[in-house]
């Protein structure tokens, strides 16, 4: 498809309908890669300003459940926003977290739910029996796929973010020894 074919807005419900199923395929997913995504199987491999414009008004077509997310200590409503196959998953913890592909790379840190990177904190503390907060936030990033887990990265921001979201949620306590553990009413 060219890029002035992908601005007709003839093809906005068929476009539109394109954008649903890639988010239920991949959801929770940020609007980059569904846009991403969507250039990629229409075959257009520029992008510009006017086809982000396209990608934003076709997601905001599709009236998809969103969340946005920042890494940073900033507006949330600056940050990433996240698109959920449906309302129900949009809070609380995700039922699972994704790793990449042997050998392949890692998703972008902002392109990671926060919900999701908590799923894996509280199955690493599961599997650990317990981990100091330090050590939870590392070995979550590396569950994650990032090799490098400095405290100015955005995975470490993403994995810390994680854990807190998850005591929010109270899916994670603190036991005797200081270790992070996951909360028996979540096990």
């Known amino acids: 498809m060219s890029p002035e074919t992908f601005c007709d807005p003839r093809y906005t419900n068929a476009l539109t309908e394109l954008v649903v199923k890639i988010v239920q395929a991949e959801s929770p997913v940020s609007f980059d890669v569904v846009s991403a995504e969507m250039l990629d199987k229409l075959g ?10 396209r990608c934003d008004y076709l997601v905001r077509n599709s009236r998809l459940p969103f ?3 920042s890494l940073d200590d900033g507006d949330e409503s600056e940050g990433t926003k996240i698109l959920w196959a449906d309302q129900d998953s ?3 913890i995700c ?3 994704r790793v990449p592909v042997i050998g392949g790379k890692p998703r972008k840190a902002a392109d ?3 919900q999701e990177a908590a799923r894996a904190a509280i199955d ?5 029996m317990g981990l100091p907060r330090q050590s939870l936030i590392t070995e979550t ?3 994650l796929g990032f090799a490098r887990t400095a405290s100015t990265t955005d995975c470490y921001k993403l ?5 807190d979201y998850a005591f929010n949620q109270d899916a994670l306590s603190v036991d005797d020894n200081g270790f992070i553990t996951p909360s028996n009413s979540f096990v």
């Open 159 to 163: 994995c810390e973010r994680a854990v």
């Open 44 to 53: 257009i491999t520029k992008n510009s300003a006017k086809l982000k414009a």
């Open 112 to 114: 990671i739910a926060i």
């Open 90 to 92: 949009t809070y609380g």
């Open 141 to 143: 990033a590396k569950a």
């Open 67 to 69: 969340t946005l997310q």
């Open 124 to 128: 690493i503390a599961e599997e650990q």
């Open 95 to 97: 039922p699972f977290y």
